[in-house]
T-cell receptor, first 114, second 112 residues
Framework: DVKVTQSSRYLVKRTGEKVFLECVQDMDHENMFWYRQDPGLGLRLIYFSYDVKMKEKGDIPEGYSVSREKKERFSLILESASTNQTSMYLC?????????????FGPGTRLTVL | LAKTTQPISMDSYEGQEVNITCSHNNIATNDYITWYQQFPSQGPRFIIQGYKTKVTNEVASLFIPADRKSSTLSLPRVSLSDTAVYYCLVGDRGTNAGKSTFGDGTTLTVKP
């Protein structure tokens, strides 16, 4: 079974802090994704990566950056956290990068920015 | 990009068949339709995928009419554990998965 793990289930940070969310997958998948999920807004793509050191912006990249130094690990970085970034963050991976490839999700990190 | 539209919520009772419809009026020729299920406090998981007509697996069936402008996820004889959010996603083999967009999802509540 594919396993996608996220570093924390719950995280509380203060405004202005630099925040790192880590995601690791164990199936040698090429693609990795970061989404945020808010009530009434569904899943929105922040960034995705189709290879090591490669990334593309999703629908809502503002205020975020990402890092993929190793194939199995994809980090989401909030350079200066703000209260409007309080949300559930979901990481996913897929074997290939096509629109039909199944995405495997982690359990999510609920981030609260005070 | 094919945008999807789903009902926000649906209620059902245990033992009933549930049908959730997704509209995707501007679906492209090469697009496939994929459905995901998300339980509370978990990430979404793949349920089923199809291109046309009917696809069935051990969890659900997916009905896609000839014009492919909509699709219906059918859950037979639901139980309380089927209470979840169901997402419809449209994407094709030729584009990057990042170009496929999840809709807002349908919250299904199954009552005893």
């Amino acid at each position: 079974d594919v396993k996608v793990t996220q570093s924390s289930r719950y995280l509380v940070k203060r405004t202005g802090e630099k925040v790192f969310l880590e995601c690791v997958q164990d199936m040698d998948h090429e693609n990795m994704f970061w989404y945020r999920q808010d009530p009434g807004l569904g899943l929105r793509l922040i960034y995705f990566s189709y290879d090591v050191k490669m990334k593309e912006k999703g629908d809502i990249p503002e205020g975020y950056s990402v890092s993929r130094e190793k194939k199995e690990r994809f980090s989401l970085i909030l350079e200066s956290a703000s209260t409007n970034q309080t949300s559930m963050y979901l990481c996913a991976s897929s074997l290939g990068g096509q629109g039909t490839d199944t995405q495997y999700f982690g359990p999510g990190t609920r981030l609260t920015v005070l | 990009l094919a945008k999807t539209t789903q009902p926000i919520s649906m209620d059902s009772y245990e033992g009933q068949e549930v049908n959730i419809t997704c509209s995707h009026n501007n679906i492209a020729t090469n697009d496939y339709i994929t459905w995901y299920q998300q339980f509370p406090s978990q990430g979404p998981r793949f349920i089923i995928q199809g291109y046309k007509t009917k696809v069935t697996n051990e969890v659900a069936s997916l009905f896609i009419p000839a014009d492919r402008k909509s699709s219906t996820l059918s859950l037979p004889r639901v139980s309380l554990s089927d209470t979840a959010v169901y997402y419809c996603l449209v994407g094709d083999r030729g584009t990057n998965a990042g170009k496929s967009t999840f809709g807002d999802g349908t919250t299904l509540t199954v009552k005893p």
